[in-house]
């Protein structure tokens, strides 16, 4: 069973920056995405990266937020920068791969990591 495990969460002032990371034990990538979630509101899709190399940007964060990812530490990141108090909230890596090439694919959640964006 592939497992991932959060990191990179905090407080930061704004304009402040901070990177978060998403690290799968294992599979075959498919793809990834970041998610933020706030109390009493919809889970938002923040920016996704598939296997291909492409990427996609909420509205709201393009232009401060990227993306990317290590293929040799199995890692997915999101830099943030510019940061603002409306992007206070825990943000959650969702992953998509195989076990074996030509599987089925299967997605799992991250823990959640907290940021906070506050004066």
């Not at 401060?64 to 040799?72: C, L, N, P």
């Not at 990141?77 to 959650?92: F, H, N």
């Amino acid at each position: 069973q592939v497992q991932l495990v959060e990191s990179g969460g905090g407080l930061v002032q704004p304009g402040g920056s901070l990177r978060l990371s998403c690290a799968a034990s294992g599979g075959y990538f498919s793809s990834a995405a970041w998610y933020r979630q706030v109390p009493g509101a919809q889970r938002e899709w923040v920016a996704s990266r598939v296997s291909g190399g492409a990427s996609n940007h909420a509205d709201s964060v393009k232009g401060r937020f990227t993306i990317s990812r290590d293929d040799a530490k199995n890692t997915v990141y999101l830099q943030m920068i510019s940061l603002k108090p409306e992007d206070t909230g825990v943000y959650l890596c969702n992953w998509q791969y195989r076990k074996r090439p030509g599987g089925a694919i299967r997605s799992i959640w991250g823990q959640g990591t907290q940021v906070t964006v506050s004066p």
